[in-house]
């Protein structure tokens, strides 16, 4: 049931991209109306999620699970029906906030219901698994769909939320009861996380439109720093704070979120390029674009399902590290592309290559992000993790965007592989920072210095068999 959910969030990202020719010709909507079909979604995901990930340790996993589902479906349905180009946006904004909800709440519960070692390495797998099939899903069927009536774009997730809305009483177990007193909520804190969040996404979103020099993008970018500065100041000097600063004391957990972050940047960066690139230089349709992508989407499915071995048996390490290399290759393949290269020799062996990168590399940096957590934290960290991945694929359009505009002038191809080169360099940091971090910890005795915080934040106890800073889940 939760990996249905992660299902249509992920269909729901590539549903809405296909469909927007036909939104534009049926309701005469703006480019920045159909922009911001795309941006309000990922500017409130991104924004909401260390909200949604604590407020899923506070008051409950599958209470914010349950409750997050209902208005996805509820703005789904809406969306539906109505014409209006404000009221289509505000219908994918309030998605993007109960999205923000249900991602920490659902991985949370994932993490805490099956012990860390290979039970927890294979559900995660099969979470990530599901989630590559969500994205695929929605490639292919975002033509068919759109073909038929672009309203069913809406409809189809509404559905799909409808049913998980009705079967997650019976198939997760109801929250433990809370004893003693209950945490306090840091107002403050959520106030400038989440702001300085939204901005910080919201920059990143619209630079690409308005320019980097623009007064909304550095009016955007410096509220934001402030903001996050502030957040970190509030959250040093409360007792019961938002974001637990000392869960970075983990090395191992910090490493997965600079690896989500570069892996972002550059996967969600390269689909950007080479979507466009297929259409605008290739010729494709949005449907054959979409099935020119199924390929990778197939070696991600099979990588996934064999990561959970490799991690058992060799640790977080080596498909990390490996996964970004050949995810690194297959985006830098593309530098081979012309304006009439054959699929099946230039690009489906890049589409490959990538494909099972992305396989070894995923469920590697998601299971470390969690590792050695204690289960009061877990939705903290996998809000973590969500953040990362939501700011990664932000930063990493703009810096697409921007390569492919500035480098414009040496020529449409030469932008192409310039913008190709500039995301797949993303992937060797990642794999530089996989390397330096995921290894096994120096000592037991360090992690003993640094305490682990229990759900009030007080010091509380580590697991000595789940080290901190531990390089295997």
């Known amino acids: 049931m939760l990996c249905a959910q992660l299902f249509l969030d992920s269909m729901d990202v590539s549903l809405m991209g296909v469909a927007l020719p036909e939104l534009k010709d049926d309701l005469g909507l703006s480019g920045e109306e159909l922009q911001w079909l795309i941006s309000g979604y990922a500017v409130a995901y991104g924004g909401f999620l260390l909200l949604g990930g604590r407020a899923a340790d506070l008051f409950g996993r599958r209470r914010m699970f349950f409750w997050a589902t209902a208005v996805f479906a509820a703005a789904s349905l809406a969306g539906g029906f109505v014409s209006d180009g404000t009221l289509l946006i ?27 070692g290979p039970e927890r390495n294979r559900a995660v797998g099969i979470f990530s698994l599901t989630g590559a099939s969500g994205y695929a899903a929605g490639l292919v069927l975002s033509g068919v769909l759109t073909e038929l009536s672009w309203r069913l774009t809406f409809l189809v997730p509404f559905v799909i939320a409808a049913l998980v809305f009705a079967t997650v009483r019976y198939a997760v177990a109801p929250d433990r009861p809370r004893t003693g007193e209950r945490p306090g909520f840091d107002a403050f804190g959520a106030l400038t996380a989440t702001g300085g969040a939204l901005l910080l996404v919201f920059a990143l979103t619209r630079a690409p439109e308005v320019g980097w020099g623009s007064p909304a ?27 637990q600063l000392s869960i970075f004391r983990s090395r191992t957990l ?61 640790g977080l390490r080596l498909p990390a590290v490996l996964g970004l290399l050949l995810q690194g290759l297959g985006i830098l393949l593309f530098l081979r592309a012309g304006e009439n290269s054959g699929y099946a020799a230039v690009l489906l062996p890049a589409l490959v290559i990538h494909g099972v990168g992305n396989g070894l590399s995923f469920p590697s940096f998601n299971i470390a992000g969690v590792g050695g957590v204690a289960d009061a934290q877990q939705g903290l960290a996998t809000s973590l993790i969500q953040s990362a991945l939501q700011l990664g694929g932000g930063l990493g359009v703009a810096v697409a965007a921007a390569v492919l505009a500035s480098a414009g002038t040496a020529g449409e191809l030469d932008s192409y592989h310039y913008a190709f080169l500039a995301v797949g360099l993303f992937s060797l940091v990642g794999a530089l920072a996989a390397a330096l971090g995921l290894g096994p910890a120096k000592s037991r005795d360090q992690d003993a210095e640094s305490p682990a915080r229990d759900a009030d934040g007080e010091p509380g106890t580590v697991d000595r068999d789940t080290p901190l800073e531990s390089g295997r889940a």
Not at 99 to 107: E, H, R, Y
């Open 90 to 116: 505000v219908s994918r904004v309030v998605k993007g906030i109960a999205a923000a909800f249900i991602a920490p709440a659902a991985l949370s519960i994932i993490t805490t219901t099956f012990k860390e």
């Open 217 to 243: 993008t550095v009016l955007s970018l410096v509220a934001a720093v402030l903001l996050l500065i502030g957040f970190v100041v509030i959250e040093s000097r409360r007792r019961e704070p938002l974001v």
């Open 254 to 314: 910090s490493t997965a979120n600079v690896v989500g972050l570069t892996w972002a940047c550059a996967t969600i960066g390269w689909q950007f390029v080479a979507l466009l690139y297929l259409q605008q230089v290739l010729g494709y349709n949005a449907l054959g674009a979409g099935l020119a992508i199924v390929p990778m989407a197939a070696a991600i499915l099979l990588t996934v399902n064999i990561t959970p071995r490799v991690i058992n048996r060799w």
